[in-house]
Each structure stands twice: as structure tokens, then as C-alpha cells.
């Protein structure tokens, strides 16, 4: 048995009302109960078009940070709320980076890219952290704004100072968290506690 797609129910209305519904289904040759329809569909519609719908950034952000994004985006003349929080999220993570953690990120993107000046472009020319940046024939130097400095080559050999020392002048080979060697921990299931100690 199919189920019925309308519902029936009783509702009261002022005499008034109901003669204006009256005279507006005689006007539109409707019957009472059509017309009623179709003045709820129509001011149901009127209704939604009032109401905007949110975007995302409204849908996931409390109105006073949405207040910030917008302001923001006005006065970056961006087109979009998501575009402005967008940056604002790639600014405030950039703000957290450290100069290891972007040569963590060149390391990453190495194994991909091996040309340095497409390195440089998508990950150390676009940061928000750069205060200097230097292209050699075989490396890619840069200094932040921590004053220290990082460098990779062409074999993807990575470099680091915490006094942004320039590229030939003494910086350290840095080795990426994913290429150090894990550090032996003690099992206190393997045994007896004086084969551990070396005297």
C-alpha cells in the first residue's frame, strides 16, 4: 500500500483572513485549499531568498572570527571568505614553523621535484617566513626571519645554522627526522638490569 504523499489536518484562521484567502482563490480561479498552497509555497520561498546561505567559513567559525575573515578579506580585496581564511590559516602556520620544519618540507617535496627552483618557488619563495633568499648554480640558500639559515643542494643534501650563517660559510649537514636512526631503548622484559650497565 502506497503512502499517502499529503496530510491532512484542520487549522483556524481569523474570519478576516479567511475571507482575503477567499477572495484571492476567487481572484486566481483557485479553490480555498490550492490557494492556501500556493500562498505558503510562495512565502516559504520568499523566506529562504531573505535568508543568505552560509558559507563555510560562517558554517565553522564563530561569528566574531567570521567578523576578522571578512574584515581581512575587505581589506586584502579578496573575492571570497574561504580565500581570505585560506591565508589567514597559511599565515598563522607559517608563524609556527620553524627554519627545520621547512627544510623538513624541502626534503618531502625533493623526493618529487629534484629542480631547486621550483623547490624554491613552491616551498621557501611563498613563505611568509623569508628574509633573504639566494640561488646558486648547484644550491638554494635562505635566511629567516628566526636569523637562521637553511640550504639544500642539487643532490638534496640539506644544511642548517642557527646563526643564518651564508652558504660557504660553515653551515651543518641537516638530517631529516625521517632519515635519523632510532635511538636503542631499554626492555625491562630482556633480563637482568647488569648486562646493561658498561661497568
Request: net charge negative; proline share 4%; charged share 35%.
Amino acid at each position: 500500500m502506497e503512502e499517502e504523499t499529503t496530510l491532512r489536518f484542520s487549522l483556524r484562521v481569523p474570519k478576516e483572513l479567511h475571507e482575503r484567502l477567499t477572495a484571492s482563490a476567487n481572484e486566481h480561479n483557485y479553490s480555498l485549499n490550492a490557494e492556501m498552497l500556493r500562498l505558503l509555497d510562495v512565502g516559504l520561498q520568499r523566506e529562504k531568498e531573505k535568508a543568505p546561505e552560509k558559507d563555510l567559513v560562517e558554517q565553522l567559525l564563530p561569528p566574531g572570527m567570521v567578523w576578522r575573515v571578512e574584515r581581512y578579506k575587505n581589506s586584502a580585496g579578496l573575492n571570497s571568505n574561504e580565500e581570505a581564511a585560506k591565508r589567514l590559516i597559511k599565515f598563522a602556520l607559517e608563524e609556527r614553523e620553524s627554519t627545520k620544519d621547512i627544510l623538513e618540507k624541502l626534503h618531502e617535496n625533493y623526493k618529487k621535484e629534484k629542480d631547486l627552483r621550483i623547490l624554491a618557488r613552491d616551498v621557501i619563495a611563498s613563505h611568509g617566513a623569508m628574509t633573504n633568499i639566494r640561488y646558486g648554480k648547484d644550491f638554494v640558500w635562505f635566511e629567516t626571519t628566526a636569523d637562521e639559515s637553511g640550504a639544500i643542494d642539487k643532490k638534496g643534501t640539506l644544511y642548517f645554522s642557527e646563526q643564518a650563517r651564508e652558504w660557504d660559510c660553515g653551515m651543518e649537514y641537516y638530517v631529516p627526522q625521517s632519515e635519523q636512526p632510532e635511538t636503542p631503548t631499554w626492555d625491562s622484559t630482556s633480563g637482568d638490569l647488569d648486562s646493561e650497565i658498561p661497568f
